[in-house]
T-cell receptor
Framework: GAVVSQHPSWVICKSGTSVKIECRSL??????MFWYRQFPKQSLMLMAT?????????EQGVEKDKFLINHASLTLSTLTVTSAHPEDSSFYIC??????????????FGDGTRLSIL | GQNIDQPTEMTATEGAIVQINCTYQ??????LFWYQQHAGEAPTFLSY??LDGLEEKGRFSSFLSRSKGYSYLLLKELQMKDSASYLC??????????WGAGTKLIIKP
């Protein structure tokens, strides 16, 4: 099946640090990638959708200057949490989908990144 | 507004059968997905329904009724490893995924 690799799996860093999370589709071309965050015992919250080669579309309430998304190739998207603070601590999950037009392929998820800001 | 409802938590016995229901109200419909998520892990894809009826995949089956805005996930021969959260998600007219809050399934021996 489709494999999505997400790194790092766990990050602990000081407040004010910028953290970059990578999401790679290993065996398919991901024309669309999604970034989610999930707080404990809550459902997934979509942060942004990125299509290869174009700017990401952010959900309402998500600061685009704080959560920088780059989707430069069909196999790699990155999320950079700039000047992270304790309230940014969360479980960040990427997913990828191969989409030609508006197909209904499922999203395949990375293993997630647990971010803890001290 | 768009809304997906699932029970918050369910408990079942090992070896038994459990049905997790999902009702939805969305602007348009372009398919319904079920995902399994173990604690501390990312979701994994289980099933996809776009037409009415039952889709069977091993111990798991998923049913859809578009006229009723209703789906269920049926798990047979429950195993302890099936303890997880089960997320229902609907793709709306804009092909955006709307996620339910998930149903935490607890399996007891």
């Amino acid at each position: 099946g489709a494999v999505v690799s997400q790194h790092p799996s766990w990050v602990i860093c000081k407040s004010g640090t910028s953290v970059k999370i990578e999401c790679r589709s290993l065996d398919f071309q991901a024309t669309t990638m999604f970034w989610y965050r999930q707080f404990p015992k809550q459902s997934l919250m979509l942060m942004a959708t990125s299509n290869e080669g174009s700017k990401a579309t952010y959900e309402q309430g998500v600061e685009k200057d704080k959560f920088l998304i780059n989707h430069a190739s069909l196999t790699l998207s990155t999320l950079t949490v700039t000047s992270a603070h304790p309230e940014d601590s969360s479980f960040y999950i990427c997913s990828a989908r191969f989409t030609r037009g508006l197909g209904n392929q499922p999203q395949h998820f990375g293993d997630g990144t647990r971010l803890s800001i001290l | 507004g768009q809304n997906i409802d699932q029970p918050t938590e369910m408990t079942a016995t090992e070896g038994a059968i459990v049905q997790i229901n999902c009702t939805y109200q969305t602007s348009g419909f372009n398919g319904l997905f079920w995902y399994q998520q173990h604690a501390g892990e990312a979701p994994t894809f289980l099933s996809y329904n776009v037409l009415d009826g039952l889709e069977e995949k091993g111990r798991f089956s998923s049913f859809l009724s578009r006229s009723k805005g209703y789906s269920y996930l049926l798990l047979k021969e429950l195993q302890m490893k099936d303890s997880a959260s089960y997320l229902c998600a609907v793709k709306d007219s804009n092909y955006q995924l709307i996620w339910g809050a998930g149903t935490k399934l607890i399996i007891k021996p």
